[in-house]
């Protein structure tokens, strides 16, 4: 591990601005991803800013009738609120078929939303990888994709986004407030949030540097049916394949997001449009474009039916 300095600071907009001034500092909280990157020299931060202090670990109201969740609540005490449990149960869910209970304990909201890809290729400092050194080549293509997207990538990337929350995120429509190194506010709904690689896959969302995530609200309650489910290679302590989640409503309305078949929690409006008309139009549409490997073309079946479980789990 190369040396680092550290602090802690008082108040969000003070982490924003030691951020901006300081090169190559980043942000700590529960630590879960960052250090195990910093061990493998995937990360080497020269400066380490703990927002632990903060105060942004608490679940709070709005006047809308939805939730703020702070940047810093745990997973585990996210997924254990009653309120998350009644009214956004597929967050409850996502949450719970993430990692393993240990690690739940210590990750947080905002690091569960950033934390990095799993790709093989980009945990191996010996191999070419865009996304870890811009401009190096992408090792993934041509090599083994077993895990990898089938939709969102590029050809300068074709990394999946490892979180199960992020997932319910999307679904519930989720917004990310962030604090600026100047001290401005910003909100950025989670459909924004993320990015595709495109040419540029090193760059994972919209946030600027040194901008820090100090919430996520949540709308008011969408009612209706949540299902999420995660299909792996281990019981635990696995990302996902393919994951769904999707809230249907008793007039058989509703909306569905993907995760592990992309770079980034995948919804489409059009899908979400079809899920009146069953299982294989929403499919069609959130697939339409697919660009799979020889790996991971078993990914297209794994989804539909994943898809079609989950919405007749969903209407019974």
Same mark, same amino acid.
């Given at each position: 591990?190369?040396?680092?300095?550290?602090?802690?600071?008082?108040?969000?907009?003070?982490?924003?601005?030691? *951020?901006?001034?300081?090169?190559? @500092?980043?942000? +700590?909280?529960?630590?879960?991803?960052?250090?195990?990157?910093?061990?493998?020299?995937?990360?080497?931060? &020269?400066?380490? +800013?703990?927002?632990?202090?903060? $105060?942004?670990?608490?679940?709070?109201?709005?006047?809308?009738?939805?939730?703020?969740?702070?940047?810093?609540?745990?997973?585990?005490?996210? =997924?254990?609120?009653?309120?998350?449990?009644?009214?956004?149960?597929?967050?409850?869910?996502?949450?719970? @078929?993430?990692?393993?209970?240990?690690?739940?304990?210590?990750?947080?909201?905002?690091?569960?939303?950033?934390?990095?890809?799993?790709?093989?290729?980009?945990?191996?400092?010996?191999? %070419?990888?865009?996304?870890?050194?811009?401009?190096?080549?992408?090792?993934?293509?041509?090599?083994?994709?077993?895990?990898? &997207?089938?939709?969102?990538?590029?050809? *300068?990337?074709?990394?999946?986004?490892?979180?199960?929350?992020?997932? @319910?995120?999307?679904?519930?429509?989720?917004?990310?407030?962030? #604090?600026? %190194?100047?001290?401005?506010?910003?909100?950025?709904?989670? =459909?924004?949030?993320?990015?595709?690689?495109?040419?540029?896959?090193?760059?994972?969302?919209?946030?600027?540097?040194?901008?820090? +995530?100090?919430?996520?609200?949540?709308?008011?309650?969408?009612? $209706?049916?949540?299902?999420?489910?995660?299909?792996?290679?281990? =019981?635990?302590?696995?990302?996902?394949? #393919?994951?769904?989640?999707?809230?249907?409503?008793?007039? $058989?309305?509703?909306?569905?997001?993907?995760?592990?078949?992309?770079?980034?929690?995948?919804?489409?409006?059009?899908?979400?449009? &079809?899920?009146?008309?069953?299982?294989?139009? #929403?499919?069609?549409?959130?697939?339409?474009? =697919?660009? %799979?490997?020889?790996?991971?073309?078993?990914?297209?079946?794994? @989804?539909?039916?994943?898809?079609?479980?989950?919405?007749?789990?969903?209407?019974?």
């Amino acid at each position: 591990m190369k040396p680092f300095t550290y602090e802690r600071p008082r108040t969000p907009a003070e982490a924003a601005a030691s *951020a901006a001034q300081m090169r190559g @500092a980043r942000f +700590i909280a529960g630590g879960t991803n960052l250090l195990d990157l910093m061990k493998l020299e995937v990360e080497t931060p &020269a400066h380490l +800013i703990d927002v632990n202090g903060l $105060g942004l670990d608490q679940i709070t109201e709005t006047p809308e009738g939805g939730l703020r969740v702070g940047s810093l609540v745990r997973n585990t005490d996210l =997924a254990a609120d009653t309120r998350i449990r009644r009214d956004y149960a597929v967050l409850s869910r996502a949450i719970l @078929a993430g990692a393993s209970g240990q690690i739940r304990n210590r990750a947080t909201t905002a690091g569960n939303l950033l934390q990095r890809t799993r790709c093989p290729y980009f945990y191996d400092t010996n191999m %070419p990888c865009n996304k870890r050194a811009p401009g190096s080549g992408c090792s993934a293509i041509g090599g083994v994709t077993r895990q990898l &997207a089938v939709i969102g990538a590029s050809d *300068a990337c074709i990394a999946t986004h490892p979180s199960d929350m992020a997932v @319910a995120m999307r679904l519930l429509d989720a917004q990310v407030e962030t #604090v600026r %190194p100047d001290g401005a506010a910003r909100v950025i709904p989670i =459909a924004d949030f993320y990015r595709l690689p495109g040419n540029t896959p090193h760059i994972d969302t919209a946030l600027d540097a040194g901008e820090l +995530i100090t919430a996520v609200t949540l709308p008011k309650p969408a009612g $209706g049916t949540h299902v999420y489910r995660k299909v792996r290679d281990r =019981a635990s302590f696995a990302f996902a394949l #393919v994951s769904v989640g999707a809230i249907v409503q008793a007039d $058989g309305s509703g909306r569905v997001a993907m995760g592990g078949v992309a770079p980034q929690p995948w919804r489409m409006d059009a899908a979400d449009a &079809a899920v009146p008309q069953g299982a294989k139009a #929403v499919a069609d549409r959130l697939l339409a474009d =697919a660009r %799979p490997t020889d790996d991971n073309a078993f990914k297209l079946t794994l @989804a539909a039916r994943t898809l079609s479980a989950v919405l007749a789990q969903a209407r019974a």
